[in-house]
């Protein structure tokens, strides 16, 4: 996702439903994943399918990249500073 290709996979557990925002494809069955492959690649082909990577997609893999990112570094200052 955080390359901005799309991702077919089996439904399992939380994961249930496409979400094409996300560029994430959900299956049941094999001929239903074909299907979709198939629907996948002419989106590709016509453009209407791209690898930008939506704000929605970033929020969703990274929801608190930079919160993160500053405790890692405050911890890691802290442990050699302190």
Do not use: C
């Not at 299956?27 to 791209?50: P, R, V």
């Not at 893999?61 to 911890?75: D, G, I, T, V, Y």
């Amino acid at each position: 996702m955080s390359l901005g290709m799309p991702i077919l996979l089996k439904s399992y557990g939380v994961i249930q439903n496409s979400d094409p925002e996300k560029k994430l494809f959900v299956y049941k069955t094999h001929k239903e994943a074909l299907a979709m492959l198939d629907k996948i690649i002419q989106k590709i082909e016509s453009g209407t399918l791209n690898r930008d990577v939506s704000q929605e997609t970033n929020n969703f893999l990274f929801p608190h990249l930079a919160e993160n990112r500053l405790k890692e570094l405050e911890q890691t200052f802290s442990k050699w500073i302190g």
